[in-house]
């Protein structure tokens, strides 16, 4: 089957770094999406990767690792602003996204 | 307008009756999909469009109908709506199905529920 594993809520200080993991087995891999998701709106575009390794944005980078079926979204500097869910979508060798269920990330003062 | 529009914003429909949802984007994106996200289970894919005049099923397409006519509109039908219906719907559009092209750009939602 297909299935994207992302823990459901993490909590973080302002200033801070925090680090959201997400694994995924798909049929076939063609890529990895993460969307950010504040509560009441849609998601918006954050990142993508295809190939091994860290991809940096400003404060946010995200990394892969194919063979290991793992990604992860680094948040540096964390402002209150980031407090939203955090979306991980694997892209299968069909090219349909499956979207994890989603991070909500608590930022605290 | 620029991006990608839906109507209503929110709707509440007794069960039984057909409801459309419209979808509009003005980028020209080929692909074009519908979503419904329900607490606790993330987004899940309805239907999807990769170009004008096809459309295709995705995870959860029971009940829910879709027709792409031209590139800028995909409309969502419900012909006879259930309870179990009771969701946010986003609209979503990519340049492409394939790679990075698949950058979906998500409409502001339309939040339905079925009495």
């Known amino acids: 089957g297909q299935n994207i594993d992302q823990p459901t809520e993490m909590t973080a200080t302002e200033g801070a770094i925090v680090q959201i993991n997400c694994t995924y087995q798909?049929?076939?891999?063609?890529?990895l999406f993460w969307y950010q998701q504040h509560a009441g709106e849609a998601p918006t575009f954050l990142s993508y990767n295809v190939l091994d390794g860290l991809e940096e944005k400003g404060r946010f980078s995200s990394f892969l690792s194919r063979s290991k079926g793992y990604s992860y979204l680094l948040l540096k500097e964390l402002q209150m602003k980031d407090s939203a869910s955090y979306l991980c979508a694997a892209q299968n060798r069909d090219d349909k996204i499956i979207f994890g269920k989603g991070t909500r990330l608590h930022i605290l003062p | 307008i620029a991006g990608i529009t839906q109507a209503p914003t929110s709707q509440i429909l007794a069960a039984g009756r057909r409801m459309t949802l419209r979808c509009t984007q003005d980028?020209?994106?080929?692909?074009m999909y519908w979503y419904r996200q329900d607490l606790g289970l993330g987004l899940r894919l309805i239907h999807y469009s990769n170009t004008a005049g096809t459309t295709g099923k995705g995870e959860v397409p029971d009940g829910y109908s879709v027709s792409r006519a031209n590139t800028d509109d995909f409309p969502l039908t419900l012909a006879s709506a259930v309870p179990s219906q009771t969701s946010v719907y986003f609209c979503a559009s990519s340049d492409s199905p394939g790679g990075s092209y698949n950058e979906q750009f998500f409409g502001p939602g339309t939040r339905l529920t079925v009495l």
């Open positions: 798909t049929s076939g891999f063609n890529g």
């Open positions: 980028m020209r994106h080929n692909a």
